[in-house]
């Protein structure tokens, strides 16, 4: 069974940057996409990002690209979200998943089966 814990999370003032990690343990990492997905007060979880297992594909939301960066190592199990240029509305809980069944990229909620515990990002001057 694959667990994942972030962390990274934290407050930062518009246009600050921060980095959050989600570290697996359990499985194949290498083996399985991963994702990151958010949840802002009151909103449905939403996509963010996602990596293949090779790291050879990513794709992201609309409302991310160009100012976050997905990446992996999988030497380390674990993924990385590098958010640059950050927005209030970029304010929510990040969540890191994994897709153990498959290893190309999934932007759906439901083609992960495993999550992690969720790490808070407010931005806010």
């Known amino acids: 069974q694959v667990q994942l814990v972030e962390s990274g999370g934290g407050l930062v003032q518009p246009g600050g940057s921060l980095r959050l990690s989600c570290a697996a343990s359990?499985?194949?990492?290498?083996?399985?996409?991963m994702g990151w997905f958010r949840q802002a007060p009151g909103k449905e979880r939403e996509f963010v990002a996602t990596?293949?297992?090779?790291?050879?594909?990513?794709s992201y939301a609309r409302f991310v690209q160009g100012r976050f960066t997905i990446s992996r190592d999988n030497a380390k199990s674990t993924v990385y979200l590098q958010m640059n240029g950050l927005k209030s509305e970029d304010t929510a809980v990040y969540y890191c998943?994994?897709?153990?069944?498959?290893?190309?990229?999934?932007?759906?909620?439901?083609?992960?089966?495993?999550w992690g515990q969720g790490t808070q990002v407010t931005v806010s001057s």
């Open positions: 998943a994994a897709d153990t069944e498959n290893t190309n990229v999934q932007i759906a909620t439901t083609d992960y089966d495993a």
């Open positions: 359990g499985g194949t990492f290498s083996s399985y996409a």
């Open positions: 990596i293949s297992g090779s790291a050879m594909t990513t």
